[in-house]
């Protein structure tokens, strides 16, 4: 077991879930950017029909998304830590450190979570 393609494909399922999570996070901020495309629409044109309150559950929505994103990347980024502490060292590549990965993913992550706090005001 000292293959150190094992330990790469591990981090790169670790990318897979930040990107995973990045992709959440921006189809929760479109989402509840939505609501306010809808609201510009219903003020350009006063007499199309549009869904009374349409604004909040699009802007509920997306504020859950981008959170959920943000957590999807926090857990990756858990498993990514707890997997690479099981191997042993003989299949860590020398030299190589994991940490940075890690520490990029939990930075998207807290950046999402502050995104999120941003939209549900």
Not at 17 to 38: E, S
Not at 43 to 58: C, E, K, N, Q, W
Not at 108 to 118: C, D, F, N, R, S
């Amino acid at each position: 077991m000292n293959d150190p393609r094992v330990f790469f494909a591990a981090e790169r399922t670790l990318f897979a879930w930040l990107r995973t999570g990045l992709t959440i996070i921006a189809l929760g901020f479109v989402v509840q950017r939505f609501g306010l495309v809808l609201r510009l629409f219903a003020l350009d044109h006063p007499a199309a029909i549009t869904l009374p309150g349409a604004v909040r559950p699009s802007a509920a929505l997306g504020v859950a998304l981008v959170l959920l994103g943000s957590i999807t990347i926090l857990i990756g980024a858990w498993q990514h830590r707890a997997y690479v502490r099981s191997l042993p060292r003989d299949a860590l590549p020398p030299g190589y450190r994991s940490e940075a990965a890690i520490v990029i993913a939990v930075l998207v992550a807290i950046a999402g979570l502050m995104l999120g706090g941003y939209l549900a005001l």
